[in-house]
């Protein structure tokens, strides 16, 4: 108790929110590790997924490389980039591209799942109706495919987030920023509720995001979407019943 009593007591004294290693400033680095991480893969995922969702060419493929960077253990690989740049870890330039790198790696099998399988739920009869009225594919993609497949694409998006605001924390480890320095200095000079108060507002900060992309999927996706969605959930909640009682029979 004493512990949470003193890691609080650290997040209210205004000492703490001032000069270049205040809360503030910490938040912001941490901040800018993960958008400019989550803004590359979206560059390179996005684009990928749409092609292959509308093509159906490439799932295979794309499975087994999103496991595959989904399976690399990110500490690792990021002492390993910085190993392999031969630049001692210290260097701010190496470890902040080193830490970028595996950062995207990890955000990418998020958004990319969330581009191809938001266009792969689509049912297909849309689409076949959509070409017979004599849309060309373009139309098809940026008019039917890509507002159906919003709520899969941020949800991919919003996995990303929550995954790299996550591991910058690691970052910190070889990278002078971030909200992880607070753990990692508690841990160095063995101050237990300075590293408690760099979890929290850890914490806090994935939560703040979690609501962000709940506001704003309700704001991007088309009310018809959202409707259409409900609409589904209730056919299969009704649908599920009828299947217990006919199982029980």
């Not at 591991?167 to 910190?172: E, K, M, S």
């Not at 200095?185 to 063995?190: D, F, K, M, P, T």
């Not at 850890?202 to 409900?230: K, N």
Request: hydrophobic share 55%; net charge positive.
């Amino acid at each position: 108790m004493n512990l949470f009593g003193d890691a609080f007591g650290w997040l209210l004294d205004p000492a703490n929110w001032t000069g270049a290693k205040g809360v503030p400033i910490r938040l912001l680095e941490h901040l800018g590790y993960t958008v400019v991480a989550v803004a590359i893969a979206a560059v390179i995922a996005i684009p990928l997924g749409y092609l292959i969702g509308h093509t159906g060419r490439g799932r295979n493929i794309a499975v087994v490389l999103s496991g595959a960077a989904r399976a690399l253990p990110t500490l690792g690989l990021f002492v390993f980039l910085l190993l392999l740049l031969a630049v001692p870890i210290g260097s701010i330039s190496a470890a902040y591209w080193s830490m970028e790198v595996v950062l995207v790696l990890l955000a990418i099998p998020s958004v990319l799942a969330g581009a191809y399988s938001g266009l792969e739920a689509i049912d297909r009869t849309t689409i076949d109706s959509a070409r017979a009225v004599g849309m060309t594919e373009l139309q098809i993609l940026t008019k039917v495919e890509m507002p159906l497949g919003l709520p899969l694409l941020i949800g991919g998006l919003r996995a990303a987030f929550l995954q790299v605001i996550a591991t910058v924390t690691i970052g910190a480890y070889a990278f002078n920023g971030g909200l992880g320095r607070y753990i990692f200095e508690g841990l160095a000079s063995r101050d237990y509720a300075l590293m408690l108060a760099g979890s929290l507002l850890v914490t806090l900060l994935a939560l703040l995001f979690e609501g962000v992309f709940i506001v704003l999927q309700r704001v991007v996706v088309p009310r018809g979407v959202s409707a259409g969605q409900a609409t589904v959930v209730r056919g299969r909640a009704r649908r599920a019943p009828r299947l217990a009682e006919s199982t029980a029979e």
